[in-house]
Structures are given as C-alpha cells and as structure tokens.
C-alpha cells in the first residue's frame, strides 16, 4: 500500500420488498428481500498516517472512530483473512468518509462504508480476494455488507 490516499465509492441500498419470515432462535428474524443499490453513497478514502492503529475520520462527528466502527472492522478484518497482520504500514491507518448515506435509514450506510473498505483494501493490496471470497468474509460484519461487496440487484435471504 502506498502513502496515497485511494478512494471507493460506498452505494446505498434500497430494499424494493421486505418479507419477514419468522424470529429465529437467536433473536434475529429470517426475510427476504429485493436490495437495489443506488447512486446516493459515501465517499471512502483510506491514507497511511504516521500515527498508531486504525482509525475512522467522518464529517459525521458522532460516528464511532473506533473498533465499534464497521470500517475499522471491515479493515481489521481484511488484513487478518490475507494474512498481512505483519505489515506496520497497514497498522496505521485512517479511513475518511464523506457522509452522504443518512444515518439510521434504513439504507445501509455503515454496511456500504464495510464493504467499499474490504474494496479499497483488497484493491490496493492487488486484488488478494475474488469480489465472491470478499462477499463470503464479511458477513461477518453485518447481513448488508454482503451485498454491498456485490451491489447491483439481488434477492437477499
């Protein structure tokens, strides 16, 4: 990765239909839906800083910048799944996000933050991941970041 600041556009999501299925066991409830991404999105950039650990940067001041924050998440998760936890330059990272996506509604702002990340990251590390194997991992971070690896239109169970 080099000291430049790279940029990734994250797409919001609509959900054209929404079916809830039934509450499984764990709490969570089974749907299915029709997810559609749309132009509205955030603009990511992530620069190496000469500080320590991953940090989230947003003209959103009450966003988490922290662990707590999907991006952090998303980048954390990304350099352990390649196997780069050895490389400091990636241990120092700010990730910037112009915030468009509103938050709270329901159009998957933080799910496109995560996945434009795991895009940006596996861009810059010269494509280390197949967009399926990114789509596989993050899960992880949330049922909507799946589908934000992907974008387009699908229907989503």
Known sequence: MNGNMNTQHAFAKINLCLDVLGKRKDGYHDVRTIMHSIALGDTISIVQTAGRGVKFICDTPYLPSDDRNNAVKAVKLFIAAAGLSHDFRLTRLNIHCIKRIPVCGGLGGSSSDAAAVLRLMNRTC????????????????????????IGGCALCE
């Open 126 to 149: 010269g494509y280390p991941f197949t967009t399926k194997q990114l789509a596989a991992m993050s899960h992880t971070l949330g049922s909507d970041v799946p589908f934000g690896v």
